[in-house]
């Protein structure tokens, strides 16, 4: 497609359970981001991917979360043992190449909702 | 602590009227700047951006200005619709560190 992709739009779960959130960048975007919007929040910074490589990962809340991206293309940002803190808007976003003054563009996002 | 700062959650402005979005910084060492818009239940666009070396930028009806001196940026929107009521977000990063930094966001409502 011509956008960010993620899937699913939504996901409802109960506390404990692991997810597992897909991205898929737009065609030839060599960078990736994690982002997330808790609600009355700004975007927190999870992760970057430059190809494959997620050179920091600190940016992530909990040795909960792991992301990982293969063949340069589609990302999964997995949260195990799901907590309701967790409860948020997961936004994936790519740009051609990581650096300066490249605009990110962004998928419409997963809802996560931790019952 | 919060490296870019939006202090007016939200912002009202009758339509065909200037919508002015204030944005603040505090690391000196950030030498981009961008400006994204999101509309509810979808991601964040971008919309214009501004670097270090410049003061101002501007794309049709937005200008983006920016004080280095007094690390505060601005967004102007001229003349403002109602398609332009939205949430923005002010953006910084600088050209050694790969992350971007977003600020809370402002909710503009333009109203007809």
């Known amino acids: 497609g011509a956008g960010v992709s993620q899937s699913p739009s939504n996901k409802v779960t109960e506390k404990g359970k692991d997810v597992e959130l897909r991205c898929d960048p737009i065609?030839?975007?060599?960078?990736l981001y994690w982002y997330r919007q808790s609600l009355g929040q700004g975007l927190e910074f999870l992760i970057y991917?430059?190809?494959?490589?997620?050179?920091?990962k600190s940016g992530l809340p909990s040795d909960r979360f792991s992301a990982e991206r293969t063949g340069g293309s589609v990302s999964t940002l997995t949260i195990q043992r799901t907590q309701q803190e967790d409860s948020a808007v997961y936004l994936c976003?790519?740009?051609?190449?990581?650096?300066?003054?490249?605009?990110?563009?962004f998928g419409d996002g997963t809802r996560l909702s931790i019952l | 602590d919060q490296q870019v700062k939006q202090n007016s959650p939200s912002l009202s402005v009758q339509e065909g009227r200037i919508s002015i979005l204030n944005c603040d910084y505090t690391?000196?060492?950030?030498?981009?700047f961008l400006w994204y818009k999101k509309y509810p239940a979808e991601g964040p666009t971008f919309l214009i951006s501004i670097s270090s070396i410049k003061d101002k930028n501007e794309d049709g009806r937005f200008t983006v200005f920016l004080n280095k001196s007094a690390k505060h940026l601005s967004l102007h929107i001229v003349p403002s619709q109602p398609g332009d009521s939205a949430v923005y977000f002010c953006?910084?990063?600088?050209?050694?560190?790969?992350?971007?930094?977003f600020g809370p966001g402002t909710s503009l409502s333009v109203i007809p």
């Open positions: 065609s030839g975007h060599t960078a």
């Open positions: 953006a910084a990063g600088k050209t050694s560190y790969d992350k971007v930094i």
């Open positions: 976003a790519s740009s051609l190449v990581l650096g300066r003054n490249q605009p990110q563009h």
């Open positions: 991917f430059q190809g494959n490589s997620a050179p920091d």
């Open positions: 690391n000196s060492m950030f030498d981009y």
